[in-house]
């Protein structure tokens, strides 16, 4: 007879996160006892972490938390969905969250080995995730934003699912609550349009070079004119700062609007923002 119930089972899924057949044969070697289970599946679990370094972790979630002139983002990532929308895995990826946002990493390796607690790092809570959820858990990346006033916004793909999308856009002269939700608009915005420079001067030189050539090649290839060379190409260079810049994207709430134009009219200057999504 075994010496465990349902109960134990269930009690047991709930605190580790393990399979059925995986808590079943931890009970059995156990002999029922509930704390020697969890250490046989510990240990279990962290064998097999270097099986699981050369798999995928595309899924997971994206936490924020912004304390009106500093915000922090991180993205923390396993591999099935069924495990990013479960609590033991939300828990962890919050405690990566306050780690980052109290220590001031600003990025990924510096933050895995900060300590969330006396003599436990980052990445050991990550090799424990391994452990305890049977999936590869990484920490993909964070960043830390800086601005008279960081605004974020999350964003679920869907509903069952913690945020997939997440932005931090910092701005000046947010002085009242009108420019603030204008500011949350464009946050929105970018979560939706994921623009990937705030002004075409950000660009990097190199990808407009080639822009350019593509756009020259394409053009000889569709027979234009020698003439009207230089004008089709700066013309479809203007197109994609159009489509990538954020100041001059078309907002998605006015598409008559330019983002630069909303904000001005709010009496708002961007200073930067992030924009992460997950497995992008």
């Not at 270097?50 to 595309?58: I, N, P, Q």
């Not at 993909?140 to 800086?146: D, F, N, Q, S, Y």
Request: charged share 30%; glycine share 10%.
């Amino acid at each position: 007879m075994p010496s465990y119930t349902t109960a134990d089972i269930k009690a047991l899924r709930e605190r580790t996160g393990a399979g059925m057949l995986d808590v079943k044969k931890a009970l059995d070697a156990a002999d029922g006892d509930m704390t020697k289970a969890v250490e046989f599946l510990r240990v279990k679990g962290l064998r097999g972490v270097t099986k699981r370094e050369g798999r995928s972790a595309s899924n997971g979630l994206v936490a924020a938390e912004v304390s009106d002139t500093v915000g922090v983002i991180v993205e923390v990532n396993c591999e099935t969905d069924f495990v990013a929308k479960g609590d033991r895995f939300r828990a962890l990826a919050d405690r990566v969250l306050k780690t980052a946002v109290g220590s001031g990493a600003t990025d990924a390796a510096a933050l895995t080995e900060t300590e969330v607690s006396p003599g436990t790092t980052v990445a050991a809570l990550l090799d424990e995730g391994n452990a305890t959820l049977g999936e590869k858990i990484e920490l993909r990346r964070v960043a830390r934003l800086t601005g008279e006033h960081v605004t974020s916004y999350l964003h679920r793909t869907s509903p069952d699912l913690p945020p997939q999308i997440g932005v931090l856009l910092a701005v000046s002269g947010a002085g009242d609550d009108g420019a603030r939700q204008a500011a949350r608009d464009v946050a929105l915005h970018i979560a939706a349009m994921s623009p990937t420079a705030l002004r075409a001067e950000d660009i990097d030189p190199q990808v407009l070079a080639t822009e350019r050539r593509l756009a020259e090649e394409t053009a000889r290839e569709e027979g234009k004119p020698e003439a009207a060379m230089p004008k089709i190409v700066e013309g479809r260079v203007r197109g994609y700062l159009k489509e990538n810049v954020l100041l001059e994207q078309a907002f998605t709430k006015d598409n008559k609007k330019v983002i630069g134009a909303v904000l001005k009219d709010a009496g708002l200057t961007a200073t930067g923002f992030v924009r992460f999504r997950v497995g992008s």
